[in-house]
């Protein structure tokens, strides 16, 4: 027990050394990454496996512990690549600038989130709603649109869902296949039923 004390007191005081402080946020940020990612994708595969995947549940099973990690892993990634680029133009040019973290970034997102599979494919398109949302809101802050009188939200709202219906029923095929089938499930399958179970009780009549 004194070993495994003496050995905390010296990670404290390593972690208290301010000329380690970047690498150490960077292996924190590792960390945090990991844990986040895992929150926030768990639970999403897992309704989303349940409800929409077919197979047997060691499949299942496995595309959610796939899934987590894969979610996992990019975070964690991303965010140590960020860190540590950050920190290296700070260094090389000896203060830090706003398009250290732009550029830092861009090259964390082509390594980290470049590939297009399906998790990359919903992060970046979650991110592309709130950049939009950040930039409008920045445009508003610095004068480049007018403060308008009314809330834009509600016209906002009217031209999303108006073009994501129009898409799933005549173009279904450009949207995300997870979108598609949260669509499918709203939208088509409710228009079939063939008695009282498959009406209230399931969606799809079981044989």
């Known amino acids: 027990m004194e070993m495994l004390a003496s050995a905390v007191r ?5 972690l ?15 960390r945090n990454g990991v844990v986040y990612g895992a929150k926030i994708r768990a639970p999403h ?3 989303m496996t ?40 700070r260094w090389w040019q000896g203060k830090e600038g706003q398009l250290h973290s732009f550029l830092a970034a861009c090259v964390g997102g082509w390594l980290v989130f470049g590939d297009n599979n399906h998790i990359n494919s919903q992060i970046n398109m979650y991110l592309l709603s709130r950049v939009l949302f950040g930039l409008s809101r920045l445009a ?3 004068g480049y649109l007018p403060v308008t009188k009314r809330d834009p939200f509600p016209l906002f709202a009217t031209l999303v869902w108006g073009l994501v219906l ?3 029923e005549y173009h279904p095929h450009t949207l995300q296949p997870s979108l598609q089938s949260s669509m499918t499930y709203l939208y ?8 009282l179970s498959d009406f209230l009780v399931y969606n799809k009549k079981r044989t």
């Open 166 to 168: 129009w898409l799933f």
């Open 188 to 195: 088509d399958d409710s228009n079939v039923w063939h008695d």
């Open 16 to 30: 208290r050394q301010r000329r380690l402080h970047g690498a150490l946020a960077a292996v924190k940020g590792f």
């Open 45 to 47: 595969a897992l309704v």
């Open 140 to 142: 508003v802050e610095k």
């Open 50 to 89: 349940l409800l929409f995947k077919k197979g047997s549940l060691q499949d299942k099973l496995k595309a959610i512990a796939l899934a987590t990690y894969t979610h996992s892993r990019n975070l964690s990634l991303f965010v140590v690549t960020y860190k540590c680029l950050v920190g290296a133009q």
């Open 10 to 14: 010296a990670l404290n005081l390593l």
